[in-house]
T-cell receptor
Framework: GAVVSQHPSRVICKSGTSVKIECRSLDFQATTMFWYRQFPKKSLMLMATSNEGSKATYEQGVEKDKFLINHASLTLSTLTVTSAHPEDSSFYIC???????????FGPGTRLTVT | KQEVTQIPAALSVPEGENLVLNCSFTDSAIYNLQWFRQDPGKGLTSLLLIQSSQREQTSGRLNASLDKSSGRSTLYIAASQPGDSATYLCAVLRTDSWGKLQFGAGTQVVVTP
C-alpha cells in the first residue's frame, strides 16, 4: 500500500515558539492532503484540506493564521503551529489521497507538547 | 449533516472468539466507507475500503459489509488474537465532501490471551 511519513514523530517546544510538521507521500503523488488533530481517547478532527499549489481550506473553528498549511509539491505538505500554547498540545495526523477512489493513506502522527 | 456512530465503544473478548464491530451513518449519500485500525500513540492503518456500489470486502480474517440503504457497516474479525487489540475506526466519504472523511468515535478492542 501507499506510504505516508511524518516528521518529527515527537516534538516538545516552549510556549510562544513555532513548530513545523512535515507530511510526505513516499511512493505516490498526493493531489490532496488532509491534516487532523486527535485529542486523547477521541476520534480524529479534520483541521484543513490542502490541494497542491492551492491555498488550504480550513474547517470551521480552525484558525488559519495559527495553523499554517503549505502544499508546495505533490509529495509534501507542511503544518506550522505558530506561537504555540499549551492548549495546542495534541496528536497531529496527516493523510494523503491521490487515487481515483479517494482512499486516504495516513501518516504515523506527530505528538506535539507545548510547555 | 452526516453523523457516524460506532457501537460498542469498547469490547473485550477472549482469544479465539470472533469480533463484530458496528458502524452506522445517517446520510446514505456516500462514496465509500473505510475501516481503520489505530494502535495507541500511532497513526491509522487502513484495513478495508468498500465502495458504495459494493456489499462487502474481505482481507484475510477481516470481512466488512456495507448496507448503504440502512446506513450500516459491520467489520468481522475471525478467530481474534491478542495482536488484534487496538481501536477500530470507521469513516465515510460523502459524495459532496470533496474527499473529506467523517469518522466515528471508534471501538476499543481488547483480546485477552
Amino acid at each position: 500500500g501507499a506510504v505516508v511519513s511524518q516528521h518529527p514523530s515527537r516534538v516538545i517546544c516552549k510556549s510562544g515558539t513555532s513548530v513545523k510538521i512535515e507530511c510526505r507521500s513516499l511512493d505516490f503523488q498526493a493531489t490532496t492532503m488532509f491534516w487532523y488533530r486527535q485529542f486523547p481517547k477521541k476520534s480524529l478532527m479534520l483541521m484543513a484540506t490542502s490541494n497542491e499549489g492551492s491555498k488550504a481550506t480550513y474547517e470551521q473553528g480552525v484558525e488559519k493564521d495559527k495553523f499554517l498549511i503549505n502544499h508546495a509539491s505533490l509529495t509534501l505538505s507542511t503544518l506550522t503551529v505558530t506561537s504555540a500554547h499549551p492548549e495546542d498540545s495534541s496528536f497531529y495526523i496527516c493523510s494523503a489521497s491521490g487515487t481515483e477512489n479517494y482512499e486516504q493513506y495516513f501518516g504515523p502522527g506527530t505528538r506535539l507538547t507545548v510547555t | 449533516k452526516q453523523e457516524v456512530t460506532q457501537i460498542p465503544a469498547a469490547l473485550s473478548v477472549p482469544e479465539g472468539e470472533n469480533l463484530v464491530l458496528n458502524c452506522s451513518f445517517t446520510d446514505s449519500a456516500i462514496y465509500n466507507l473505510q475501516w481503520f485500525r489505530q494502535d495507541p500513540g500511532k497513526g491509522l492503518t487502513s484495513l478495508l475500503l468498500i465502495q458504495s456500489s459494493q456489499r462487502e470486502q474481505t482481507s484475510g480474517r477481516l470481512n466488512a459489509s456495507l448496507d448503504k440503504s440502512s446506513g450500516r457497516s459491520t467489520l468481522y474479525i475471525a478467530a481474534s488474537q491478542p495482536g488484534d487489540s487496538a481501536t477500530y475506526l470507521c469513516a465515510v466519504l460523502r459524495t459532496d465532501s470533496w474527499g473529506k472523511l467523517q469518522f466515528g468515535a471508534g471501538t476499543q478492542v481488547v483480546v485477552t490471551p
